[in-house]
């Protein structure tokens, strides 16, 4: 079962007490905070194009790409008309662009659905080789705690007016796996539901086995802080924002 198949046509209206435009802000702040006018960015799992949205109207050259083809179907209906960015399906693991970029970032754990110490070694690695001297890296991770605690083994039921949905989870503990089961009914115009489900497969990391990797690969500095702010993470934050350096 593929994940991010049918759930691209109701990506949007879900994440939509996410403020994407915050993120666009908060990604500019690490920007002026590590000196860095970064004009080449590299969007990795781009998903329907949210960040890259606020990213294109600031005129940033932008890259973007993911895995799904389905979400970036949605991607293009937002992007087509800036010339200034191009969307690519590629995967994370063995992305290839004939190009190098002064940034890339990914965000939105997008990086959790990396699920070997091999293909994340492989991910840093290409994004290394794909940044200019001096660029940045920037993503974020839902957090071991999260993972394990908060999302673990719970099952989540939503009820909106027009999507019905229940999220069940296992959390695998000698694995640091944590499996989603989707389960979505949606309203068609005659009040019919149709439904279909989706597996997705995300990984619990701690922050030392990260920096590990990423010194592992070459960068040189590597920060991070609970996400959306630039205070020190404690046990119980959810989402960790990373940044090396090259
Ligand atoms: C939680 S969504 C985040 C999407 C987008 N970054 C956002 O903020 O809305 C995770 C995204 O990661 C993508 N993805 C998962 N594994 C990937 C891989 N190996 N390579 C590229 N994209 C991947 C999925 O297709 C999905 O669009």
């Not at 087509?80 to 890339?104: A, E, P, T």
């Not at 990260?210 to 920060?223: A, M, P, R, S």
Request: net charge negative.
């Amino acid at each position: 079962m593929d994940s991010y198949g049918g759930f691209a046509s109701l990506y949007d209206e879900l994440m939509n007490d996410f403020d994407y435009e915050e993120w666009a802000k908060y990604i500019e702040e690490i920007y002026k905070r590590y000196n860095l006018k970064p004009k080449d960015i590299l969007e990795m799992a781009c998903g329907t194009g949210n960040l890259s949205y606020y990213l294109a109207k600031k005129r940033y050259n932008l890259v973007c790409f993911d895995l799904s083809q389905e979400m970036l179907t949605k991607a293009y209906e937002k992007l087509g008309r800036f010339n200034n960015v191009k969307i690519l399906n590629q995967n994370m693991i063995n992305f290839n662009i004939n190009k190098k970029f002064d940034s890339v970032i990914s965000i939105c754990d997008s990086m959790n659905y990396i699920t070997t110490d091999e293909e994340l070694a492989n991910c840093f690695k290409n994004v290394y080789n794909h940044l200019k001297p001096n660029g940045i890296f920037i993503f974020d991770i839902n957090s071991y705690y999260k993972l394990k605690n908060i999302i673990g083994n719970n099952t989540f039921i939503e009820d909106r007016e027009d999507i019905f949905y229940t999220w069940q989870n296992y959390y695998d503990n000698n694995k640091d796996i944590c499996e989603f089961y989707l389960t979505f009914f949606e309203e068609n115009k005659e009040g019919l539901y149709s439904r279909f489900d989706e597996v997705h497969i995300e990984r619990a990391y701690k922050e030392d086995f990260i920096c590990e990797k990423l010194l592992d690969v070459g960068f040189t500095k590597i920060d991070f802080y609970n996400a959306f702010t630039f205070n020190k993470k404690s046990d119980s934050d959810e989402r960790v924002n990373f940044i090396a350096i090259k």
